[in-house]
C-alpha cells in the first residue's frame, strides 16, 4: 500500500464534513456531552476542544479542582477525534460523506497522561494532534491547558484504525 503524503498545512475541510465530524463527535457520543466537550477548531493538522467547568465535574470537593477522569477522557476523546481529522485528510479524494464512515473501527490501545498540576479553572482547553498515521495504527499527542493558558496535562495515545 501507497502511504499518502501529509495533508499541506493549508488545507481545510468542506464545511459538510466539519458538520458531520462535530454532529458525530458531539452528539453521538454520548459521553462527550455528559463532560461537555465541545469542538473550537477542527483542522487537518489538529484539533481543539473546551470543557466548561460544572458542579458535577468536580474530583475534590474542597478545591474545586477537575477529576482527573475528566482530563483523561477528555485528552483521549479529543485525540481520537485529532485521529479522525487526519484519517478525513488523507482521503479527500473521497466524497465528505465517504469519508464520516471511516471511523467505524477507531478505538484507543494506549493511553498515557501525565497529571502537571491541579485543574483549577472556568473552563479549559483541549489540543490534539496526530504524530504518526500508519495504515493500522495511529500515534497521538495531547494538551489539557487552563483558562489562562496554563498547561495542566499532557498526554500520549495509540489508536487502532481497522
Given at each position: 500500500?501507497?502511504?499518502?503524503?501529509?495533508?499541506?498545512?493549508?488545507?481545510?475541510?468542506?464545511?459538510?464534513?466539519?458538520?458531520?465530524?462535530?454532529?458525530?463527535?458531539?452528539?453521538?457520543?454520548?459521553?462527550?456531552?455528559?463532560?461537555?466537550?465541545k469542538v473550537?477548531?477542527?483542522k487537518p493538522?489538529?484539533?481543539?476542544?473546551?470543557?466548561?467547568?460544572?458542579?458535577?465535574?468536580?474530583?475534590?470537593?474542597?478545591?474545586?479542582?477537575?477529576?482527573?477522569?475528566?482530563?483523561?477522557?477528555?485528552?483521549?476523546?479529543?485525540?481520537?477525534?485529532?485521529?479522525?481529522?487526519?484519517?478525513?485528510?488523507?482521503?479527500?479524494?473521497?466524497?465528505?460523506?465517504?469519508?464520516?464512515?471511516?471511523?467505524?473501527?477507531?478505538?484507543?490501545?494506549?493511553?498515557?497522561?501525565?497529571?502537571?498540576?491541579?485543574?483549577?479553572?472556568?473552563?479549559?482547553?483541549?489540543?490534539?494532534?496526530?504524530?504518526?498515521?500508519?495504515?493500522?495504527?495511529?500515534?497521538?499527542?495531547?494538551?489539557?491547558?487552563?483558562?489562562?493558558?496554563?498547561?495542566?496535562?499532557?498526554?500520549?495515545?495509540?489508536?487502532?484504525?481497522?
Amino acid at each position: 500500500m501507497i502511504k499518502k503524503a501529509a495533508p499541506p498545512p493549508d488545507l481545510e475541510f468542506e464545511p459538510e464534513f466539519v458538520t458531520g465530524l462535530k454532529k458525530i463527535f458531539e452528539e453521538m457520543i454520548i459521553f462527550n456531552q455528559v463532560i461537555g466537550l465541545k469542538v473550537t477548531s477542527l483542522k487537518p493538522t489538529e484539533v481543539r476542544g473546551r470543557i466548561d467547568m460544572k458542579r458535577e465535574l468536580i474530583g475534590h470537593f474542597a478545591f474545586n479542582r477537575l477529576h482527573g477522569g475528566v482530563i483523561s477522557a477528555g485528552l483521549d476523546a479529543m485525540a481520537g477525534l485529532a485521529v479522525m481529522a487526519a484519517i478525513g485528510a488523507r482521503h479527500m479524494d473521497e466524497a465528505p460523506i465517504q469519508r464520516l464512515h471511516r471511523f467505524a473501527k477507531l478505538g484507543t490501545i494506549d493511553l498515557r497522561v501525565d497529571y502537571l498540576r491541579p485543574a483549577i479553572s472556568d473552563h479549559f482547553e483541549l489540543r490534539a494532534e496526530v504524530m504518526r498515521l500508519g495504515s493500522r495504527v495511529a500515534s497521538t499527542r495531547m494538551e489539557f491547558l487552563g483558562a489562562n493558558g496554563e498547561l495542566l496535562s499532557t498526554g500520549t495515545a495509540a489508536y487502532i484504525l481497522s
